[in-house]
Nanobody, 121 residues
């Protein structure tokens, strides 16, 4: 089994910053992609940013230039630095990992429990 543990959410005023962390542990041979998604009340879960094992990044248009995703491969940890936050960024943020497991074939998708980010105006 693989576990993802997120931290770093909270309440911040518009224009402020937060840093989210997500650490993966368990039966991991290699992590192909780690990323962040968010879900606001009454809305679908949307991509925020992803980081591949090759170091490639991808961002939603709404966060480009404000958010930065990075990773520490040795720690199986991904970070999301969020700057110039807006009230529209308020959501539950979920970490996702696409994992190759030791002794298993195929790629497995795992989710964290989510962390609340609230941006006040």
């Amino acid at each position: 089994q693989v576990q993802l543990v997120e931290s770093g959410g909270g309440l911040v005023q518009a224009g402020g910053s937060l840093r989210l962390s997500c650490a993966a542990s368990g039966n991991i041979f290699r992590i192909n992609v780690m990323g962040w998604y968010r879900q606001a009340p009454g809305k679908q879960r949307d991509l925020v940013a992803t980081f591949t094992s090759g170091g490639n990044t991808n961002y939603a248009d709404s966060v480009k230039g404000r958010f930065t995703i990075s990773a520490d491969n040795a720690k199986n940890t991904v970070y999301l630095q969020m700057n110039r936050l807006k009230p529209d960024d308020t959501a539950v943020y979920y970490c996702n990992a696409l994992v190759l497991k030791t002794g298993s074939s195929g790629q497995w998708s795992y989710w964290g429990q989510g962390t609340q980010v609230t941006v006040s105006s």
